[in-house]
Nanobody
């Protein structure tokens, strides 16, 4: 059984920073890409950032230059450093990983940015 445990969400003022963490554990056959998604109220889930097994990264235009995704392959953990946060970044943030056979999701962590 695979578990994805997220942490680091919370309430922050506009312009502030947060770091999200997501640790994968269980019977993983080998993680390929790792992702962060978010879903704001009344909106569809959107991909925020991707990091491949080789360390290549990709970001949504809305967060480029402000968010940084990283990973620790020893700990099977993915991070999202969020700087210069804006009220429109308010959402539930989800981590996800893909292996050769499956995709797994975290339970989500709330990020609220006040103006």
């Amino acid at each position: 059984q695979v578990q994805m445990v997220e942490s680091g969400g919370g309430l922050v003022q506009a312009g502030g920073s947060l770091r999200l963490s997501c640790a994968a554990s269980g019977r993983l056959s080998g993680i390929n890409a790792m992702y962060w998604y978010r879903q704001a109220p009344g909106k569809q889930r959107e991909r925020v950032a991707t990091i491949t097994s080789a360390g290549s990264t990709n970001y949504a235009d809305s967060v480029k230059g402000r968010f940084t995704i990283s990973r620790d392959n020893v700990k099977d953990t993915v991070y999202l450093r969020m700087n210069s946060l804006k009220p429109e970044d308010t959402a539930v943030y989800y981590c996800s990983v893909t292996t050769s056979y499956n995709r797994y999701w975290g339970q989500g962590t709330q990020v609220t940015v006040s103006s």
